[in-house]
């Protein structure tokens, strides 16, 4: 081993958020290739405040090396690491070839809560890690981890052996504002379908190529670059595209500037690249990568308007929303609006805008892009909260016109009503049947013995006693509207349909009408004025309804 790893580690004076990266070489002094194996052992956790052994709960602890496998999941509390060199979640690091070196890079953190960590204050930890050269393969399961150097900064990825990336990683420089994301179930191979043994950004002598018309360079140029086992550089290719994030030093940005995103270098000349959100700020650029490369951030004037913008393609989309359930009897269009379009620089410079769209005028959304000169983007803009009426639109040169409000649905509405009318002309009540006893309906002896019950008024003016004269009476308004204005004040009682004295009284207001011209058929009103009276006290107690 190396002096460095054969000598203890001592760190002291620990914060919440402090981390740290110890490397240890490790050399194969024999005469064919070997794998190593690391576990370990001797945990120790000490408690100084008597309120528990907290540190250690905090405290996590990664391995990057090139050719690492192992089948636990890293970063990791260090009780959780294999104590043996058997134990289930092996280590192992090769083949490492006779007379090589391997360099491990062991990574620690106080992970920082957010909550207050002084149980911590005064504990301790110690542990032994054990190193042991061995010529047994790998366990038949296992993963392999990609190195993430962000400018010597080391984060272990863990992948299978297809370079599928188990779990999602954000690797971060030592100052913490340099980033590179990757998702979990992305695929990185190179164009060989290797996959790399390491991802390596690194500050690079820059290529003096201009960067977008009316912009300037800010910082460094970076290489993003993949390392296969052997150390050859390759290019990677991700099946996701990963989010980088480049520091910038604010100091250095122009009055009137902003970053306007990480460029990549393609063909001869600098790239925009697309990113996930368009929060400009001040201190950083993001963009999404789907392979390595030179990168490079660019700043370029702010609200400016001295370039001419365009709309096109002009899109307006209404929110829809029924009213009515489970049929809709009307239809709310326009409360909402979503209006889409491509925005185009037609100058000759790039530059960051604030595009606005007007509705009747005013300013109701706002939304801000990135455009190089001659470059389109599509937009989006929301408008709520639409007053019914017709309305007009403005974004940049373009204007449209729409209507919001609601329309009544009149095909649900009519139909019902329509089908009802048709049924209520086409009823027919049936007469009573059976004996009669006391001048009153009552049903008497088998289905087969039952006979109409006589009497004077089964048959007055020619119109047998409950049916309609005329199958159009039933749609006289007069006469619908006489019998829904009694029934409306006992609707919540709907057993109250069968009282004989509210028959009674049915009975009473519609006789009172008879001979009213608006009431229509003076002989319908006197059969059904009959019916109601004959109906509404049977002798039986019954409730007159058959």
């Given at each position: 081993m190396g002096d460095h790893g054969s000598l203890p580690w001592?760190?002291?004076?620990?914060?919440?958020?402090?981390?740290?990266?110890?490397?240890?070489?490790?050399?194969?002094?024999?005469?064919?290739?070997?794998?190593?194996?690391?576990?370990?052992?001797?945990?120790?956790?000490?408690?100084?405040?008597?309120?528990?052994?907290?540190?250690?709960?905090?405290?996590?602890?990664?391995?990057?090396?090139?050719?690492?496998?192992?089948?636990?999941?890293?970063?990791a509390a260090i009780d959780r690491f294999p104590a043996s060199p058997s134990d289930r979640g092996q280590l192992v690091?090769?083949?490492?070839?006779?007379?090589?070196?391997?360099t491990m890079y062991w990574t620690w953190e106080f992970v920082e809560t957010g909550a207050p960590q002084n149980d911590a204050q005064g504990d301790g930890l110690s542990f032994d890690i054990s190193y042991m050269l061995t010529d047994a393969p790998p366990p038949a399961v296992s993963y392999r981890y990609v190195t993430i150097d962000m400018l010597g900064w080391?984060?272990?990825?863990?992948?299978?052996?297809?370079?599928?990336?188990?779990?999602?990683?954000?690797?971060?420089?030592?100052?913490?504002?340099?980033?590179?994301?990757?998702?979990?179930?992305?695929?990185?191979i190179d164009v060989e379908g290797n996959v790399p043994s390491r991802l390596v950004l690194s500050v690079i002598e820059g290529p003096d190529i201009d960067g977008p018309a009316g912009t300037v360079k800010l910082g460094p140029t970076y290489m993003l670059q993949g390392r296969l086992a052997d150390g050859a550089p390759t290019e990677v290719m991700f099946s996701t595209p990963a989010t980088?994030?480049?520091?910038?030093?604010?100091?250095?940005?122009?009055?009137?500037?902003?970053?306007?995103g990480v460029h990549r270098l393609a063909d001869g000349a600098w790239s925009r690249l697309p990113a996930a959100s368009w929060n400009l700020s001040r201190w950083s650029a993001e963009g999404s990568v789907n392979g390595t490369g030179t990168l490079a951030v660019f700043a370029a004037p702010a609200d400016d308007d001295t370039s001419p913008l365009s709309a096109r393609n002009l899109d307006i989309q209404l929110t829809v929303q029924k009213n009515g359930w489970p049929i809709a009897l009307s239809t709310t269009r326009g409360r909402s609006v979503t209006v889409t379009a491509t925005v185009t620089n037609l100058g000759n410079t790039s530059g960051i805008y604030?595009?606005?769209?007007?509705?009747?005028?005013?300013?109701?959304?706002?939304?801000?892009?990135?455009?190089?000169?001659?470059?389109?983007?599509?937009?989006?803009?929301?408008?709520?909260?639409m007053e019914d009426g017709d309305h007009e639109l403005t974004l940049l040169d373009r204007t449209a016109k729409f209507r919001s409000g609601t329309s009544v649905e009149w095909l649900p509405i009519l139909v019902p009503n329509a089908l009802a009318i048709s049924l209520l002309a086409y009823v027919r009540r049936r007469p009573p049947r059976g004996r009669r006893?006391?001048?009153?309906?009552?049903?008497?002896?088998?289905?087969?013995?039952?006979?109409?019950?006589?009497?004077?008024?089964?048959?007055?003016?020619?119109?047998?006693?409950?049916?309609?004269?005329?199958?159009?009476?039933?749609?006289?308004?007069?006469?619908?509207?006489?019998?829904?204005?009694k029934l409306e004040g006992r609707r919540e009682h709907p057993s109250d349909i069968a009282n004989?004295?509210?028959?009674?009284?049915?009975?009473?207001?519609?006789?009172?009408?008879?001979?009213?011209?608006?009431?229509?058929?003076p002989q319908l009103m006197r059969s059904l004025g009959s019916v109601w009276e004959w109906r509404r006290a049977p002798p039986n107690g019954g409730n007159g309804m058959a």
């Open positions: 001592s760190i002291s004076s620990l914060q919440p958020g402090d981390r740290g990266t110890e490397a240890v070489e490790v050399r194969n002094g024999g005469t064919s290739p070997a794998y190593l194996r690391i576990w370990i052992s001797g945990v120790q956790a000490t408690d100084q405040g008597n309120d528990g052994a907290a540190l250690i709960e905090y405290m996590r602890f990664g391995l990057a090396a090139e050719g690492l496998r192992t089948t636990m999941e890293l970063p690091i090769g083949p490492i070839g006779a007379g090589a070196a391997a080391q984060t272990a990825m863990e992948t299978d052996s297809t370079g599928v990336v188990q779990h999602a990683v954000d690797a971060v420089d030592p100052l913490g504002i340099h980033h590179l994301r990757v998702a979990a179930g992305t695929r990185i980088v994030v480049l520091g910038v030093n604010a100091a250095s940005v122009p009055a009137g500037y902003l970053p306007m604030s595009v606005e769209l007007l509705v009747d005028g005013a300013a109701r959304s706002t939304v801000v892009v990135v455009l190089e000169a001659g470059e389109g983007r599509t937009v989006t803009f929301t408008v709520a909260d006893s006391g001048g009153r309906g009552a049903l008497r002896g088998s289905p087969q013995e039952v006979q109409e019950a006589p009497g004077p008024s089964a048959l007055e003016n020619g119109v047998p006693m409950g049916e309609l004269a005329s199958n159009a009476d039933i749609a006289n308004p007069q006469l619908l509207g006489s019998i829904s204005d004989p004295q509210l028959m009674g009284s049915i009975s009473e207001a519609l006789e009172g009408r008879i001979g009213s011209a608006p009431d229509g058929n």
